[in-house]
């Protein structure tokens, strides 16, 4: 460890300070809890967008099929452009829809059965997306007060070593052992804090988002059903 300089205490105990006077492993915990609160924030960021724009992007389609527009005219109005949300949902039922009237494949039984299966796996997939990354504000929420705790510990032993080798309790002397293992503590638990609390309200949010995908889904099964059933196909 690197001694505190008398001529500028104060530095030695900022933030920098205590990280360059830290130990290898020390400065390698502070690093990976920086790192992890980084890329949680990052998560937070990025999926705190999506899920802004995923709201609005199934409301605007939301107003649009409940307009009472034909069906393949609110299809062709999506174009070959990417689909998310219920506008993928929705495109992946006109086009099994569409497939099995061309081929002449319109049981009511078995297109029911295969409309039902594409819905339920384009929600799997959307699911996915909007849960992606999700699993990385859990992780970094439950496992960085322990690595801040190690990196505590590992501070603590630095002091009492500093104590048996300069034989001497003096604050100088434990101070910077017991400064950088609070630092450690501090950086997991500002790691850990913002990712537990936006874990919590973006699931909720990506679970509500979920919902309305499934119930779209079974609006979309009715609507058609009830094509088939207007149709007369057998």
Known sequence: MEPVHAADPGAAFSMVGLFLQADWVVKAV?????????????VILSKSALYARARREMRSFDRVFASGEPLPAIYQRLGDGPRHGLGALFAAAMEEWNGSHAENAANPTGLAARLRIVLDTTIAAESERLDRSLALLATVGSAAPFIGLFGTVWGIMNAFTAIAGQKSTSLSVVAPGIAEALFA????????????????????????????LEAFADRVAVQLSRQLDTRGVT
């Open 185 to 212: 503590t501090a950086l997991g638990l500002l790691a850990a804090i913002p990712a537990v609390i936006a874990y919590n309200l973006l699931s909720g949010d990506a679970g509500r988002l979920i919902g309305r």
């Open 30 to 42: 502070m690093l990976g809890l920086a790192l992890a609160s980084i890329a949680s924030w990052a």
